[in-house]
């Protein structure tokens, strides 16, 4: 996917409410192109932005994976971090999305990931991802945090 904003620059709040609902899908790849100028994964690309523009983007890229069908222990096991792991429970909570926070908050407690690979067998973490209609939820959600925010995203 190519972005039509430059990857590297800044971009204000007003360009990025310009975008209208493609705004999420814009910044994603803007990450996805810095990750790989970096050679690092999206989660870590995710880290050089300020809390706000983290959480909003860990919750994107989370979404599209649900969207994806990866179930609730897959998502959290790709984000590579507890850090980035209670980012996301606690921007799920804080939109709203209590239930699929809990969730994932269980989930979260129940996973071994000093392990060497994700346990697909253990049925209590491998919950199925929401169904689509909250997915659309939380991704009208998304677009409101953007147009919402009190910075533009920051460059490179």
Same mark, same amino acid.
């Given at each position: 996917?190519?972005?039509?904003?430059?990857? $590297?620059?800044?971009?204000?709040?007003?360009?990025?409410?310009?975008?209208? /609902?493609?705004?999420?899908?814009? =910044?994603?790849?803007?990450? !996805?192109? @810095?990750?790989?100028? @970096?050679? !690092?994964? $999206?989660?870590? +690309?995710? @880290?050089?932005? /300020? &809390?706000?523009?983290?959480?909003?983007?860990?919750?994107?890229?989370?979404?599209?994976?649900?969207? &994806? *069908?990866?179930?609730?222990?897959?998502?959290?096991?790709? =984000?590579?971090?507890? +850090?980035?792991?209670?980012?996301?429970?606690?921007?799920?909570?804080?939109? *709203?999305?209590?239930?699929?926070?809990?969730?994932? *908050?269980?989930?979260?407690?129940?996973?071994?990931? *000093?392990?060497?690979?994700?346990?697909?067998?253990?049925?209590?973490?491998?919950?199925? /991802?929401?169904?689509?209609?909250?997915?659309?939820?939380? @991704?009208?959600?998304?677009?409101?945090?953007?147009?919402?925010?009190?910075?533009?995203? /920051?460059?490179?």
């Amino acid at each position: 996917m190519s972005s039509r904003l430059d990857p $590297f620059a800044s971009h204000s709040v007003d360009e990025l409410k310009a975008l209208g /609902p493609r705004a999420v899908v814009e =910044l994603i790849s803007i990450i !996805e192109t @810095r990750a790989e100028a @970096r050679d !690092e994964t $999206f989660v870590v +690309a995710c @880290r050089h932005l /300020p &809390q706000a523009w983290q959480a909003t983007m860990l919750l994107a890229h989370v979404t599209a994976a649900f969207e &994806q *069908g990866d179930s609730m222990a897959e998502v959290l096991w790709d =984000l590579e971090s507890d +850090a980035a792991r209670l980012l996301v429970i606690a921007a799920l909570k804080e939109i *709203g999305e209590k239930s699929l926070s809990a969730s994932l *908050g269980n989930v979260h407690k129940d996973l071994d990931y *000093g392990a060497e690979d994700l346990d697909e067998s253990n049925a209590d973490v491998m919950l199925p /991802p929401p169904p689509p209609d909250d997915l659309a939820r939380i @991704r009208k959600k998304l677009i409101a945090l953007v147009r919402g925010m009190d910075t533009g995203f /920051p460059e490179a």
